[in-house]
């Protein structure tokens, strides 16, 4: 049985030769130590002195950003298959850089939606980013930004099918790329205004919050059908919906508010004769059902530290959903022992892989995640992970 | 339950905001509206506690709460000011630039009579223990969504030991990340995931209820 199959297999609720393993990789520091690289570290380019014109100029030319961001993500790809993974996540993203003498760097990265991203530096140098804020935060803000982006819009999802495209043809033969759709039409919904801006949307203009969603999800189709273009079988679509101690929202009003924008999203993806899984980090518990009910076919990630705990899920959901998971990345990957890391990853196949349906993988991504822990887990998973499975 | 108590619970911002301002324009004391104020966030508070609210809850009932304060600030007249409960220090370290959480947290403890200091984000270690010496706080709470954070605060708590700050004050970490790994770390004494919660501590200590 090759990478494909068993993946897919798993996805599909049935027992493969082995469970799975995916990687979430996403950063470059993870990818670079893994084969060994330097990375090329933005922060270089901008600390050095003199005008930075033509540097902004190259990097916020389309094509010349895809083609670096095809191969940041090959390497993530490249270090996936070297650490024996099955599948990794692919993320198609579009980011400009900005001048922004508010911020320590000086510079920040928006994005077509209105984001903005802070460029820092990890504690072992690596240049990493994070949402900081939107540029949206009034309905004429918002409204003037999707007017000023209504071209790129048009095209992003073409940037995507050729992304994704691109990565299938390139490790297509070695891995299984896993393409995700993200950010989400709730993320996508709130980020570029404020949270406190959008949910007091939801509760004080409901209308124009309804005018935003379905915006969102009229471009997010667009956006899984490019991904669905590259022949996927199985893709992710995402939203964090849930915090460390329970959803963002109200079931209920995330029911109201977005549940048919999920529903439109997983009958897309079923008519393309694929698999959804869905991607949220926090404790998302008491959605489980709500995910069942639009048509999800499974989720991936379910932190640990977020009270996350795969038996459990497996017992509240059975096989409705297919899990991918979720070893803890606040500690265990970053500092924990080979025996902590042996004994997580016998636990979660104990209580999630009998019968298929769970894939092996990290709770998430991020800069200090040690890549020996990361194989520690690989090990780990083909050494417990064997069907059948011995109890 | 007085109607401001209510329309706060139930999240009726613009509702609330005509109450504060009829009752202001009736003459009524500012102390007695910002109680009623601070019961119904108490009582948002504790529907989160209980699973009935959720966050976006909790962010629009500190938004109405932060309005009704602007509007009540320009009629208090210092004999109304009441002693704060304590004093709170917060910051998210050098390396986390993320404020949602912590800007709950200093909401809450402003509902709860906490005079509170807010550093802001991407604060460095000295800044911090400096900002310790000048405000003298009783509680210093560090906030992190990202693991990057860690060790800056690790840097200002391990200063505040060296420099025998520490033992006056209560370190309070909270945020997604945290776990009890991480308060064991950086030699805090409290970790949650929930504001709430950690009011609920430092009014504890502070001997309130």
């Known amino acids: ?391 | 339950m007085s109607n401001l108590d209510q329309l706060i619970e139930e999240l009726k911002r613009d509702e609330a905001l005509g109450e504060v301002e009829l009752r202001l324009a009736g003459g009524e004391s500012v102390t007695a509206i910002l109680d009623d104020c601070r019961a119904g966030m108490a009582r948002v508070g504790e529907l989160f506690q209980e699973g009935e609210y959720f966050l976006a809850d909790l962010i629009l009932s500190a938004e109405i709460f932060k309005s009704a304060a602007a509007l009540l600030e320009p009629h208090i007249n210092p004999e109304q000011q009441q002693k704060a409960l304590g004093k709170v220090l917060l910051a998210t370290m050098r390396g986390d630039i993320h404020d949602l959480g912590k800007n709950i947290l200093a909401t809450l403890f402003r509902v709860h009579s906490f005079e509170v200091h807010d550093l802001g984000v991407n604060v460095e270690p000295e800044d911090l223990v400096q900002e310790v010496k000048d405000f003298q706080p009783d509680f210093v709470g560090i906030s992190a969504l990202i693991t990057t954070s860690f060790e800056s605060a690790k840097e200002a708590t391990d200063q505040l030991e060296k420099e025998g700050l520490r033992d006056g004050i209560k370190i309070l970490v909270g945020g997604a990340v945290t776990t009890p790994e991480v308060k064991t770390y950086l030699g805090a004494d409290f970790q949650t995931h929930d504001a709430t919660a950690g009011v609920a501590y430092c009014v504890n200590a502070m001997g309130g209820c």
Not at chain 1, 153 to 164: I, N, Q, S, T
Not at chain 1, 200 to 223: G, N, V
Not at chain 1, 316 to 322: E, F, P, R, T
């Open chain 1, 1 to 391: 049985m090759n990478f494909k199959e068993r993946f897919v297999t798993a996805i599909n609720h049935k027992e493969a030769d082995r469970v799975p393993i995916m990687g979430l990789i996403v950063d470059t520091a993870t990818s670079c130590k893994v084969l060994g690289k330097q990375p090329a570290n933005i922060l270089d380019l901008l600390k050095e002195e003199g005008p930075k014109d033509d540097l902004l100029a190259m990097l916020n030319t389309p094509e010349v950003w895809n083609q670096t961001y095809i191969d940041i993500v090959s390497d993530n790809l490249e270090a996936a298959a070297k650490l024996g993974y099955d599948a990794n996540w692919a993320i198609y993203t579009l980011l400009q850089l900005h001048e922004d003498k508010s911020t320590k760097v000086g510079f920040v990265w928006h994005d077509p939606y209105g984001r903005v991203w802070e460029i820092s530096e990890d504690n072992n140098g690596n240049s990493i980013i994070n949402y900081a804020g939107g540029l949206c935060g009034t309905k004429e803000k918002w409204r003037a930004k999707m007017e000023e982006n209504k071209a790129l819009f048009e095209v992003l999802p073409d940037y995507a099918r050729e992304f994704h495209c691109a990565l299938q043809q390139r490790f297509g033969d070695r891995i299984y790329p896993v393409g995700y759709a993200a950010p989400g039409v709730f993320e996508n919904s709130w980020q570029p205004m404020g949270f406190a801006e959008f949910t007091s949307l939801l509760y004080q203009d409901a209308d124009f919050a309804r005018e935003i969603i379905a915006f969102h999800t009229e471009h997010y189709l667009r956006h899984m059908d490019a991904v669905l273009d590259a022949g996927a079988e199985v893709v992710l679509g995402g939203d964090d919906l849930g915090q460390k101690t329970g959803p963002m929202l109200r079931p209920a009003m995330i029911e109201e508010f977005f549940g048919e924008s999920y529903r439109k999203v997983a009958a897309r993806v079923h008519e393309r004769g694929a698999k959804l899984i869905w991607h949220s980090c926090g404790n998302i518990n008491a959605l489980l059902e709500l995910f069942v009910d639009w048509g999800f076919d499974g989720i991936i990630t379910m932190e640990p530290t977020a009270q996350m705990d795969v038996a459990q899920v497996r017992q509240q959901v059975g096989h409705n959903l297919a899990l991918i998971g979720n070893l803890d990345v606040s500690h265990l990957l970053v500092k924990g022992t080979r025996e902590e890391v042996e004994q997580a990853v016998e636990q979660a196949i104990a209580g999630a892989a009998e019968g298929g349906g769970f894939v092996l993988s990290a709770a998430h991504s991020h800069s200090l995640i040690d890549p020996q822990r990361l194989q520690w887990m690989v090990e780990a998973g083909k050494k417990y992970g064997k069907y059948p499975l011995v109890r």
